[in-house]
């Protein structure tokens, strides 16, 4: 009964590929979020959705694109994808008007470049 | 926009010892500051927060502080155990009541207790 679940968990594929990775949330929340963890560990926010609506869209390259079609959804194609994007893709879901404000992540899903 | 910073990047200590983590940030207009605890490949996950209304929260083992005025907040754990160690992320946004405001992450910093 996982509440932010992930697909695939594991990528491995070559540079110049395209690549997708789904996110699903079954908790009711309005928000879902792409977060990027790289090697040293750093969090860093790459998208937010709200109600399929984007929201927040941080410095990313385009060959990064988010597609959410419905708020339960949220899921990320990238394109001709380079070593930099070698990283662990976390998915985040997030109660609106909510003020503790918690994210629940997914468990990740860990792409490698060759 | 925000930034956070996050000291130190690697901790370690012996168990039983006391761990302090240390954040600063930058947008005065952040009040809602909490803490994420990610064990070896699992996912972060929140083990408690702190609003910009009180200047301290604790939670068994684990206590926050907060000091506005300086822009700084810290993560206290006590008599830790081996299962504490993991990376620590602090993190911090203005009212996630609205949606359009991000949480920024720390740096993290790597936990290691010592048996």
């Known amino acids: 009964d996982t509440a932010v679940s992930q697909t695939p968990k594991y990528l491995v594929t070559q540079m110049g590929n395209d690549k997708s990775i789904k996110c699903e949330q079954n908790?009711?929340?309005?928000?879902m979020y792409w977060y990027k963890q790289d090697s040293k560990k750093f969090l860093k926010i790459m998208f937010s959705?709200?109600?399929?609506?984007?929201?927040i869209n941080e410095t990313v390259p385009n060959r990064f694109s988010p597609k959410s079609p419905d708020k339960a959804h949220l899921n990320l194609h990238i394109n001709s994808l380079e070593l930099g994007d070698s990283a662990v893709y976390f998915c985040?879901?997030?109660?609106?008007?909510?003020?503790?404000?918690?994210?629940?992540f997914g468990e990740g899903s860990r792409l490698t470049v060759l | 926009g925000e930034n956070v910073e996050q000291h130190p990047s690697t901790l370690s200590v012996q168990e039983g010892d006391s761990a302090v983590i240390k954040c600063t940030y930058s947008?005065?207009?952040?009040?809602?500051f909490p803490w994420y605890k990610q064990e070896l490949g699992k996912r972060p996950q929140l083990i408690i927060d702190?609003?910009?209304?009180?200047g301290e929260k604790k939670d068994q083992r684990i206590a926050v502080t907060l000091n506005k005025t300086a822009k700084h907040f810290s993560l206290h754990i006590t008599e830790t155990q081996p299962e504490d160690s993991a990376v620590y992320f602090c993190?911090?946004?203005?009212?996630?009541?609205?949606?359009?405001?991000?949480?920024?992450f720390g740096g993290g910093t790597r936990l290691m207790v010592k048996p």
């Open positions: 985040a879901s997030r109660r609106d008007g909510y003020y503790t404000g918690e994210l629940f």
């Open positions: 908790l009711g929340h309005d928000t």
């Open positions: 959705y709200n109600n399929k609506e984007l929201i």
């Open positions: 947008d005065s207009a952040s009040n809602y």
């Open positions: 702190i609003r910009s209304n009180v």
């Open positions: 993190a911090a946004s203005r009212d996630p009541r609205n949606a359009g405001n991000m949480l920024t």
